[in-house]
């Protein structure tokens, strides 16, 4: 949680207990960050220094991921030419290259567009950590013809 506290309301008054909080967390052995989207829920991330400072230093030599509108962030902190993002917050990605894909890849930068497109995006994630072989698996598990 970015918010200081564990317990998060999610914008459709879901509570949610985090696991830790963002600034208790050991960064150092992550492979890649996830920045999940929503309306209120990038507004949050985008207050968050925490996920600001992460997010530049993973996009150095790790992986960054965003999906709807959270790409917005990405975009605004410069770290990504070409991406995807929800049609809401299109005009919030600057000079960015926005296509109208479900997943784009700018090398180590992954963005999906919207809910639509999570599992396509879920999918690319798994690919890029553990292989196209276990993307696959996963992919035939879940019956997704996509």
């Known amino acids: 949680s970015v918010m200081g506290r564990r317990d998060v309301k999610s914008s459709r008054d879901i509570l949610i207990l985090a696991d830790c909080l963002a600034e208790n967390v050991d960064y150092g052995s992550a492979r890649m960050i996830v ?48 991406a995807t993002v929800h049609p809401d917050f299109k005009g919030q990605m600057g000079d960015v290259e926005v296509l109208d894909e479900s997943v784009v890849v700018d090398g180590n930068i992954i963005t999906g567009q919207g809910l639509g497109a999570t599992i396509p995006f879920a999918l690319t994630l798994v690919e890029i950590m553990v ?16």
């Open 35 to 82: 920045l999940p989207g929503g309306r209120f829920g990038t507004e949050n991330l985008g207050k968050s220094d925490i996920v600001k400072e992460q997010c530049r230093e993973f996009a150095k030599d790790k992986y960054v991921a965003a999906v709807c509108a959270a790409p917005s962030i990405l975009a605004s902190l410069g770290l990504t030419n070409r």
């Open 131 to 146: 292989g196209k072989e276990k993307a696959d698996q996963i992919k035939d598990a879940i019956c997704y013809k996509g």
